[in-house]
C-alpha cells in the first residue's frame, strides 16, 4: 500500500521532478523559432517569441531540465513562405536544434510541410500560430498544434452573433490558405446555424489593400462581418469600414492582436470590436495561467515587449514542449522527444488542457470571445 501511495506522488509531481535536476550529461539544448520579426506580422513573432524565452527563463532560473539548459534561436521570415522553408533549413543545419517552436502563419507552414525539410529532419513542431484544418487532418506526424482550430474560434463568433439577433453575415478574409480556411469554416458554421453569407472580400497577404474588400462587404450591408485577417489589414478594414457601417458588429479570429489595432486607429473607432481567444487574458485574467505568467513577467521581464495574448501563447507552447522534453530523458533525441509528444495525454496548463496520441495531434481547444473596452483593453 505504502508503495502504490508513493508511485502515484511520484506520477503526481510529474516534470517538477527533473525540472531542477542536474545529471552528469548537462548540456544546451537548442530550440528554433522561424516567424516574422520584420514585415507587418513583427508584433506577433516578437511577441510569441517572447513568450517561449519567458518560460526558457523560468526554467533555466530553476536549474534547466534535466539538467540542461534551454536556448531559444530564431530567423526572420518577414512572414513570407518560401523564407520560412529557407531559414528552418539553414536553422536546422546550423545550430542542431532539438524542436521547433512558435511558427507563425497558415501559409508559411504549409510550404515548410510540402518542402520536406522536416520529414529530412525528423525535427517535430511545437506550437504554430495557425488554426487552419488541412494541417490538422489528415494527422501531420511532426506537427503538434497548442491552439484551438479556426473552426472552433469562428463557431464562437457565430453563436455570439446568433444570440444578438445578427442573420446576414459578412467575411473579410485574406486571399490565402489562412483566409481561405476561414471563409469555408464560416460557410459552415453560418449554415449550421441557419444565418446567410451576404458578402464577402478579400486582400493581398502581406498588405493592408482593404478598399475592394470594404466596398464588396459594405454594399450588403450585413449585420454583423467574421473578420479571418492579422492584425494590420483587420486595422486597416475596422478604420475604412467603421464611419459608415456604425451598428454592424465585427468579430476578429484570435490572429489580429486587438490593443494593436486599437493603437493603430485609435480606442474611440476600435471600441466594440470583438476578437476570440484561445489563451486566457495574460493581464487581467484570474486562472493559473494567467497568476503564473504574471508572476514570471516580473521575475524575468522581457524586452521590447507587452504582456499580451500572444505573449502568453508563447509561453504555453513552451511549457507543452517543456514537458515532453522532460519525458523523453536526459539526452532528449527528436524522435524521443516525437514519442513522448504523442504520449502526452491530459496536460492541464493552468487551465488549458492539452493532449496529443500518435492520431491527434489537435492538441487544443479553448477558446473565448472578448470585445475592446474604452482603453483599447480586451475584456470578456
Known sequence: ??????????????????????????AEIRIGQVAPYSGPLAPTGKHVGAGIQLYFDVVN????????????????????????????????????????????????????????????????VVGARTGAAHLRQPVPSLLFHTRASYGSEIETMVQQMQSMGITDVGVFYQDDGFGKDGLEAAKTALAAAGMKLVAAGAYPKNTTDVAAAVKAIGDALPMGVIMVSNTAASAAFVEAFRPANPATQLIALSVTDGPQVAEKIGHKLARGLGVTQVVPDPVGGSGALAQEVRKAWEEHPQPGVELNHSLLEGYLMAKVLVEAIGHAGAEPTRARLVTALNNLHGFDVGGVPIGFSADNHDGAHYTELTVLDRNGRPIK
Open 61 to 124: 532560473a530553476r536549474g534547466g531540465i534535466n539538467g540542461n539548459t534551454l536556448r531559444l534561436v530564431t530567423r526572420d521570415d518577414a512572414y513570407k513562405s518560401d523564407e520560412t522553408v529557407k531559414q528552418v533549413g539553414e536553422l536546422v543545419a546550423a545550430e542542431n536544434p532539438l524542436a521547433l517552436c512558435g511558427l507563425v502563419g497558415t501559409g508559411n507552414v504549409t510550404a515548410l510541410l510540402k518542402s520536406g525539410k522536416l520529414d529530412q529532419a525528423g525535427i517535430p
Open 1 to 26: 500500500m505504502i508503495h502504490r501511495t508513493l508511485a502515484r506522488v511520484v506520477r503526481g509531481l510529474g516534470l517538477a521532478l527533473v525540472i531542477g535536476l542536474g545529471n552528469a550529461h548537462s
